[in-house]
């Protein structure tokens, strides 16, 4: 299946901080997502975002399906930014309703 | 919108024990997964199903089985408990096969002692 990885595993942000997320994928996709999870463990769906840029308030992601990666930003970050940020990816090309997942990166945003 | 719900936030069993846990789905999607979630390991997709009575296995089935009877619930089974079992368990769905999002519910804390 098509592997994801993602940059950084950690990341510990003060309140009003900017960051980026990345995610490496091994091969083309037509299908990619960002999740979040907060900290009692839902996960939300963030961005649908195959390729291009999408902005959601602070939120914005790109995709560059080319160079197979994307970003997701996170602006002005506040402690509610807090819990793991997931990409997923189609397991394989062309499957697209079966995700792969990455290990994901925990953000925290102190005060 | 969207409501995925699952039939325990937290359960504890014992080794040997049968375990159910129920996934139940309010948009009348197609597409129903299971996911086993693990410290640095992301989320493992362990069955999933595009329709009534029918289920794929996923990376890591062994251990577990599925049941789809109707099509808004998913039930995961596990035979006989074991203690790397222990684990978050999170139930998603979606429509059809395609491009479209899943749709998580709020997760199964899940201990085996």
């Known amino acids: 299946g098509i592997q994801v990885e993602q940059s950084p595993p950690d990341l510990i942000l003060q309140e009003g901080a900017n960051s980026t997320l990345r995610c490496n994928f091994s091969?083309?996709?037509?299908?990619l997502q960002w999740f979040h999870q907060n900290p009692w463990g839902q996960l939300i769906n963030l961005f649908y975002i195959p390729s291009g840029t999408k902005q959601n308030g602070r939120l914005s992601a790109t995709t560059v399906a080319t160079e197979r990666y994307s970003l997701l930003y996170i602006s002005s970050s506040q402690t509610t930014d807090s819990g793991v940020y997931f990409c997923?990816?189609?397991?394989?090309?062309?499957?697209?309703?079966?995700?792969?997942f990455g290990a994901g990166t925990t953000v925290t945003v102190r005060a | 919108d969207v409501k995925v719900t699952q039939s325990s936030r937290y359960l504890v069993k014992r080794t040997g024990e049968k375990v159910f846990l129920e996934c139940v789905q309010d948009?009348?999607?197609?597409?129903m997964f299971w996911y086993r979630q693990d410290p640095g390991l992301g989320l493992r997709l362990i069955y999933f199903s595009y329709d009534v009575k029918m289920k794929e296995k996923g990376d890591i089935p062994e251990g577990y089985s599925v049941s789809r009877e109707k099509k808004e619930r998913f039930s995961l089974i596990l035979e006989s408990a074991s203690t790397n079992q222990t684990s978050m368990y999170l139930c998603?769905?979606?429509?059809?096969?395609?491009?479209?999002?899943?749709?998580f519910g709020p997760g199964t804390r899940l201990l085996v002692l």
């Open positions: 997923a990816v189609p397991f394989r090309p062309g499957n697209d309703y079966k995700l792969s």
């Open positions: 998603a769905s979606s429509f059809f096969r395609g491009r479209e999002t899943q749709y």
């Open positions: 091969d083309s996709v037509n299908n």
């Open positions: 948009m009348d999607h197609e597409n």
